[in-house]
Every structure is written in structure tokens, then in C-alpha cells.
């Protein structure tokens, strides 16, 4: 009878999980223009848990730009490198959720989630180094 209880209160965690995700997920994919701490823990939740859609984002993103034959090919290696990218950034943006580094929690890796390759056809991986103006178009042709 213990381990009926035990086995209940493990399935009722489950389901609760994916809503939790389930509900991050949403709220983070709203295109604010201001970014904030909540954001940002988000952003780390989802860099460590959906890093694996870097591979088939990375794959739409090249094929859009080189073309099929070029694309995924090209788009599987750059998915697995990010992949290697963005988990340990999800983890210090996870960590580093209270401080506003850097400057006003912008984020590190572009797109800011990992769905974001679905959402725009002209996006491709980069990584924010500073200095440069983030509202234009970028070109790594």
C-alpha cells in the first residue's frame, strides 16, 4: 500500500512539471523589447532544458539561408556546437538571473530561445559579443 502512495504522488509530478514548463514557455516568448530578471531565469530554464532544438533549428535556419543540400548538412553540425553553447549559458543565465550582466539582462546567445529558429525564417545562431548595434539585420554570408 506504501508504494501505491509513493507511485501516485510521482505521477501527479509529472504532469505538474510540463505545466510549469508548459507555462514558462509561453510567458517567455513574448516579444518584450525590456528584459528583467524573471526573463532571464527563463530564458536559463529554457536554455538547459530545450538546448536539443538547436539541431533542427539550426538545420531550418542554414537551409533557408544555403539552400538543402548545404543546409542540413551544415545546420546538424552548427545544432550539436550550439547545443555545447547554449546549456552551460542556460545555467549562468539561471544562476545569474538576480544581476542585471549584461547590461539590463540582455541575452547572451541569439536567438534568445531555442524555438526562436522557428519563429523567423532570416535567424541564425550568434553569440552577442557587445558593441554593435542589435537591431540591425546581421549577414554571416
Do not use: Q
Request: some cysteine.
Amino acid at each position: 500500500m506504501r508504494s501505491f502512495i509513493f507511485a501516485s504522488e510521482r505521477r501527479a509530478t509529472v504532469p505538474l512539471a510540463l505545466a510549469v514548463l508548459g507555462a514558462i514557455c509561453l510567458t517567455a516568448s513574448a516579444a518584450a523589447a525590456d528584459y528583467t530578471a524573471p526573463r532571464k531565469f527563463g530564458r536559463g530554464l529554457a536554455g538547459m532544458t530545450t538546448s536539443f532544438l538547436e539541431v533542427p533549428g539550426n538545420m531550418v535556419a542554414e537551409t533557408h539561408a544555403h539552400g538543402v543540400a548545404e543546409g542540413i548538412p551544415l545546420g546538424f553540425a552548427k545544432g550539436l556546437g550550439m547545443i555545447v553553447v547554449r546549456t552551460p549559458v542556460g545555467v549562468y543565465e539561471t544562476l545569474g538571473a538576480p544581476f542585471p550582466v549584461p547590461d539590463g539582462y540582455r541575452p547572451i546567445i541569439r536567438p534568445e530561445y531555442p524555438w526562436g529558429y522557428f519563429e523567423e525564417r532570416d535567424k541564425r545562431a550568434e553569440i552577442d559579443r557587445g558593441g554593435y548595434d542589435r537591431t540591425a539585420r546581421r549577414d554571416f554570408r
